[in-house]
């Protein structure tokens, strides 16, 4: 069973940036779509990012010109970085990959702002 561990959450300031990097614990190959929830205390996991194999992206409206999803290798299939960041940011990231098989989630990264 492939697992996916974050990384690059942590506290920032307004008006500041992150990366966040996604590691698979093996290679993964045939992926068709990856991406980025966050959920935050009390509230439903939500769609950041996702992008596809061929490249195209598709972001939440609150995080759109801000936010950007990069593909990486199979190894670590998929970043995020994050500019601009506003304290309503604050969740717990999760990156996801899916291949025609399976889906895989990460155990989350937390990315606190404020000030």
């Known amino acids: 069973q492939v697992q996916l561990v974050e990384s690059g959450g942590g506290l920032v300031q307004p008006g500041g940036s992150l990366r966040l990097s996604c590691a698979a614990s093996e290679s993964i190959f045939s992926i068709y779509a990856m991406g980025w929830y966050r959920q935050a205390p009390g509230k439903q996991r939500e769609l950041v990012a996702i992008?596809?194999?061929?490249?195209?992206?598709n972001y939440a409206d609150s995080v759109e010109g801000r936010f950007t999803i990069s593909r990486g290798n199979a190894k670590n299939p998929v970043y995020l970085q994050m500019s601009s960041l506003k304290p309503e940011d604050t969740s717990v990231y999760y990156c996801?990959?899916?291949?025609?098989?399976?889906?895989?989630w990460g155990q989350g990264t937390q990315v606190t702002v404020s000030s």
């Open positions: 992008i596809s194999s061929s490249g195209s992206t």
């Open positions: 996801n990959v899916r291949i025609p098989i399976a889906e895989y």
